[in-house]
């Protein structure tokens, strides 16, 4: 009796997808920003819903390889989206260490949703290339440029083919959306308007996976140069260069080598320090001058003042007495006859 009610209590897969796709619906119309905590609830909660409706689908056995898209039952062919607004949510995600992871879980999400509807054939369309397919198709293209621009042609038709086609999807969802939701649809138009629904998220989810793999590509190629430029600052660093002279010839060399006097060894505060620290600088080992030294020493040049002055009067004297005794021209005698 407790697993009967369990399993009333449990949300069917009408409720699961329905919750989801609302969800999905609110987040696209949004106005916060992607990364806001209201949005990424949204997100994590939507994607819950469809993990679990996943795995509804996959025990109920809804799709199968042994049938064709009209045996399926109108009411069941919105299940296909299932793996689609999962890719779709998985974009949502902003985790930034993770986006890579992201990346690659979305488009396996959208290329799961692609092979299905291919499979189906309910629209015409191709399936975009695995890793090694395209690796294969870079290499036997490569060779000429040719075949590469024929390549580039076909894909500008084809997005313009995807814009007409889903322009026109559009218009019909629109005229079909009142009358399936208020419940006054036959199943002719319940079923058109579902298939239209698969055909337009085909478009979105080509579109997604060529964005998907651009943005691949770039954070791959950033990885990697991340990885060389750590790889390279985690070489020993090499010592610094010693300071050198360019010379004409050996000779030069001699005299304006590695020993010339003019390349600094030190710096001024090393050289003084080091002058310092053995006592060789001028003003080491002098006293410094007190009062009583000033006052001795100015009265020292006082006193050999007065000597000068004493020696240059006697001077002085001695040179009057000689003139008083020897008249002006004595000991001239060139001029005599």
């Given at each position: 009796?407790?697993?009967?009610?369990?399993?009333?209590?449990?949300?069917?897969?009408?409720?699961?997808?329905?919750?989801?796709?609302?969800?999905?619906?609110?987040?696209?119309?949004a106005?916060?920003?992607?990364?806001?905590?209201i949005?990424?609830?949204?997100?994590?909660?939507?994607?819950?819903l469809?993990?679990?409706?996943?795995?509804?689908?996959?025990?109920?056995?809804?799709?199968?390889?042994?049938?064709?898209?009209?045996?399926?039952?109108?009411?069941?062919?919105?299940?296909?989206?299932?793996?689609?607004?999962?890719?779709?949510?998985?974009?949502?995600?902003?985790?930034?260490?993770?986006?890579?992871?992201?990346?690659?879980?979305?488009r396996?999400?959208?290329?799961?949703?692609?092979?299905?509807?291919?499979?189906?054939?309910?629209?015409?369309?191709?399936?975009?290339?695995?890793?090694n397919?395209?690796?294969?198709?870079?290499?036997?293209?490569?060779?000429?440029?040719?075949?590469?621009?024929?390549?580039?042609?076909?894909?500008r038709q084809?997005?313009?083919?995807?814009?007409?086609?889903?322009?026109?999807?559009?218009?019909?969802?629109?005229?079909?959306?009142?009358?399936?939701?208020?419940?006054?649809?036959d199943?002719?138009?319940?079923?058109?308007?579902?298939?239209?629904?698969?055909?337009?998220?085909?478009?979105?989810?080509?579109?997604?996976?060529?964005?998907?793999?651009?943005?691949?590509?770039?954070?791959?190629?950033?990885?990697?140069?991340?990885e060389a430029?750590?790889?390279h600052?985690?070489?020993?660093?090499?010592?610094?260069?010693?300071?050198?002279?360019?010379?004409?010839?050996?000779?030069?060399?001699?005299?304006?080598?590695?020993?010339?006097?003019s390349?600094?060894?030190?710096?001024?505060?090393?050289?003084?320090?080091?002058?310092?620290?053995?006592?060789?600088?001028?003003?080491?080992?002098?006293?410094?001058?007190?009062p009583?030294?000033?006052?001795?020493?100015?009265?020292?040049?006082?006193?050999?003042?007065?000597?000068?002055?004493?020696?240059?009067?006697?001077?002085?004297r001695?040179?009057?007495?000689?003139?008083?005794?020897?008249?002006?021209?004595?000991?001239?005698?060139?001029?005599?006859?």
């Amino acid at each position: 009796m407790a697993a009967g009610e369990d399993e009333l209590l449990l949300p069917r897969l009408p409720e699961l997808f329905e919750t989801s796709k609302q969800l999905l619906d609110e987040i696209e119309v949004a106005t916060e920003p992607t990364g806001s905590r209201i949005v990424q609830d949204k997100v994590s909660k939507g994607l819950d819903l469809l993990g679990k409706a996943a795995e509804m689908v996959s025990e109920l056995d809804l799709f199968s390889r042994n049938e064709d898209l009209e045996e399926i039952a109108s009411t069941d062919l919105k299940y296909l989206l299932v793996p689609a607004f999962q890719g779709a949510l998985t974009l949502k995600q902003v985790d930034r260490n993770k986006r890579l992871d992201h990346l690659q879980w979305a488009r396996e999400h959208f290329m799961n949703y692609l092979t299905q509807c291919h499979y189906y054939q309910v629209a015409k369309f191709e399936l975009p290339r695995t890793k090694n397919n395209s690796a294969e198709n870079n290499t036997a293209t490569s060779s000429t440029a040719y075949p590469s621009l024929v390549a580039m042609a076909s894909q500008r038709q084809a997005k313009i083919e995807r814009y007409k086609q889903k322009k026109e999807v559009e218009q019909r969802l629109s005229a079909l959306k009142s009358a399936v939701e208020s419940g006054q649809a036959d199943d002719e138009h319940v079923r058109e308007y579902y298939l239209l629904h698969i055909q337009r998220w085909v478009g979105i989810s080509l579109e997604e996976i060529e964005s998907i793999d651009q943005e691949i590509k770039i954070l791959t190629e950033k990885d990697s140069s991340r990885e060389a430029s750590t790889s390279h600052s985690s070489h020993q660093k090499r010592p610094p260069a010693k300071p050198f002279i360019l010379t004409r010839n050996a000779a030069q060399a001699k005299v304006f080598g590695a020993g010339y006097p003019s390349l600094a060894t030190m710096t001024v505060s090393e050289w003084y320090d080091q002058h310092q620290k053995h006592g060789t600088l001028p003003d080491q080992g002098i006293a410094k001058a007190t009062p009583e030294l000033k006052r001795a020493a100015q009265e020292d040049q006082e006193q050999k003042e007065e000597e000068d002055d004493e020696q240059t009067l006697h001077r002085a004297r001695e040179w009057d007495d000689w003139k008083d005794t020897h008249p002006r021209g004595y000991g001239n005698r060139q001029n005599m006859g």
